[in-house]
């Protein structure tokens, strides 16, 4: 069955590391997005690729990386400089000329 | 730039009773209009989306949405509720870039069904 696939479920951080969510697809969609939800907020763009090796800000991108080597794989490393990364963390892809975005089943990201 | 605003953070009804979700929207060229729900601890899932093919849409579970441009609006409704609509629900707007889009979402609305 085609999806998107996001590891691990839960994720638990010391302060001042990095750590990094994988996402993955097999729907053989082009682009790929990385959302913050934070309860009372909705979701917030963090960043998007519309091709392979090429990527754009979103709206709160300060903190996190995130690189596109291959279709299928859009991972996203939040730093040390994300002051408070305790959030959920959905990723979503969308095909050329499709409307509307997929979404993983997230990512929860704890800071300890 | 486009944004969405949902009315109601928080909605409750009986069941059987009629639901009523709303969303208004604005943006600066004619957009795409998407209905999502998600359930504790999961991703989003797809009700229902507007693509300016007909103004009422038809979705999953038995929700509707109609998109009124007079009125901004893009309202989610059920005829009647049923507990497994306990949930919460985002509206969101994008305009198409190159055919891949950035979707702005509303801050969501929590739906409780009252037994």
């Known amino acids: 069955d085609g999806g998107i696939t996001q590891s691990p479920k839960y994720l638990f951080r010391k302060e001042g590391q990095n750590v990094t969510l994988s996402c993955e697809q097999n729907?053989?969609?082009?682009?790929m997005y990385w959302y913050r939800q934070d309860p009372g907020q909705g979701l917030r763009l963090i960043y998007y690729?519309?091709?392979?090796?090429?990527?754009q800000k979103g709206d709160i991108a300060e903190g996190y990386s995130v690189s596109r080597e291959k279709k299928e794989s859009f991972p996203l490393t939040v730093t040390s400089a994300q002051k408070n990364p305790t959030a959920f963390y959905l990723c979503?892809?969308?095909?050329?000329?499709?409307?509307?975005?997929?979404f993983g089943q997230g990512t929860r990201l704890t800071v300890v | 730039a486009q944004s969405v605003t949902q009315l109601g953070s928080h909605v409750s009804v009986s069941e059987g009773a009629l639901v009523l979700l709303r969303c208004n929207y604005s943006?600066?060229?004619?957009?795409?209009l998407f209905w999502y729900v998600q359930y504790p601890n999961q991703g989003l899932q797809l009700l229902l989306k507007?693509?300016?093919?007909?103004?009422l849409v038809k979705g999953i579970n038995g929700f509707e949405a109609e998109f009124k441009k007079s009125e901004t609006s893009f309202h989610l409704t059920k005829p009647s509720a049923h507990m497994s609509d306990a949930a919460e629900y985002f509206c969101?707007?994008?305009?198409?870039?190159?055919?891949?889009?950035?979707?702005?979402f509303g801050t969501g609305t929590r739906l409780t069904i009252i037994p």
């Open positions: 979503a892809s969308s095909r050329t000329g499709g409307v509307g975005a997929f």
């Open positions: 729907l053989n969609h082009d682009a």
């Open positions: 690729s519309q091709i392979v090796n090429d990527f």
């Open positions: 943006s600066s060229v004619p957009p795409y």
């Open positions: 507007y693509t300016s093919a007909a103004t």
């Open positions: 969101a707007v994008s305009v198409s870039n190159f055919g891949n889009e950035k979707l702005t």
